[in-house]
């Protein structure tokens, strides 16, 4: 949801944030967030890798302007993660994490990474870490998560009125896309064919057709003589829709009946013989059938939404300076 990968980056921003143990002595503070503290150390820390990515990666001849907004930004967002910590912090007591699902992260973590305890400590300790430390960090990121969903996401209801006015304002999304799936004999015309060339594979597959038609089985035919890369499939091409493939095979495969082999096709590419497998139709999609990806639709925008609203109250509230 685009909600949830909107809150994932600011959360991120706090991991970013943590120092590890030994850090260098800062030089100054550049903001300062009710009784807590940003310094230029931190901050430079902490944007390092998405200026490196700018450096990389942006050709524009505006990339000190560039750098400067995105600096702002990451401050703001690094801002907003404190204020979030804070507010979770005096909700402590409404909001708690056990130790035991904070260690169902980590075995999670190390289950992804393929580490045992013993190499996830190692690892840690590599990093100038400690397993207290991330126990912290995670419940840290828990707490502001189940703020978040308590403050904001509770208080998001999506109506059925809402649904269906969304559906009836969007049926061109819901319109079901028509596709056959087809079974493919092509011969290939030799790059470079003159005339006799190419009327020679055009003899070949008309005398294919005619055995086909004949009776012989069109699977056998495509396994001995068909080229092209559905060859290996048995010639078997899958489902296709509109647009997506040769438009003189795409004309008549949409207008076979299931079943029914069609004439011999010409391209630019060679000759085709087609079989229509299978259809899907075409038509609007029910609402029952759309009912839940429209409400996550209206529900990220209501969480967007909902989440500047708190947040800029959360500012509003709070004494911030910016010494950047």
Partial sequence: MKFYKKLFLILWGVILLCAPAGAEVVDRIIAVVNDDIITLYEFNAAFEPYLKNIENTYKGNDKETVIKQTRSAFLQRL?????????????????????????????????KQKLSMQ???????????????????????????????????SKVIVTDEEIGEYYNKNRQDYEGKETVRIKQLLLLIPPNADSAAIAKVRTGAMQLHKRVMAGESFDLLIVKYSQGPAAAQGGDVGFVGRGTIIPEVEKVA????????????????????????????????????????????????????????WIASIRAKAHIEVKL
């Fill in 119 to 153: 190499d996830f400590l190692k690892n840690l300790a590599k990093e100038g870490n400690s397993l207290d430390s991330v126990k912290k960090e995670i419940r840290t990121q828990m707490m502001r998560a189940r703020l978040l969903r308590r403050e904001i996401k």
């Fill in 254 to 309: 949409f207008s076979l009946p299931v079943g029914q082999i069609s004439e011999v096709i010409e391209s630019s590419v060679g000759f085709h013989i087609i079989q229509v497998v299978d259809k899907k139709g075409a038509g609007l999609k029910p609402i029952t059938a759309v009912r839940e990806e429209i409400k996550t639709k209206i529900e990220d925008e209501k969480l967007d939404k909902k989440f500047e609203e």
């Fill in 79 to 111: 801002i907003d993660n404190i204020l979030i910590e804070q507010e979770g912090k005096k909700s402590g007591t409404g909001i708690i994490v056990k130790d035991e699902e904070v260690m169902d992260v980590i075995r999670d973590i190390m289950t």
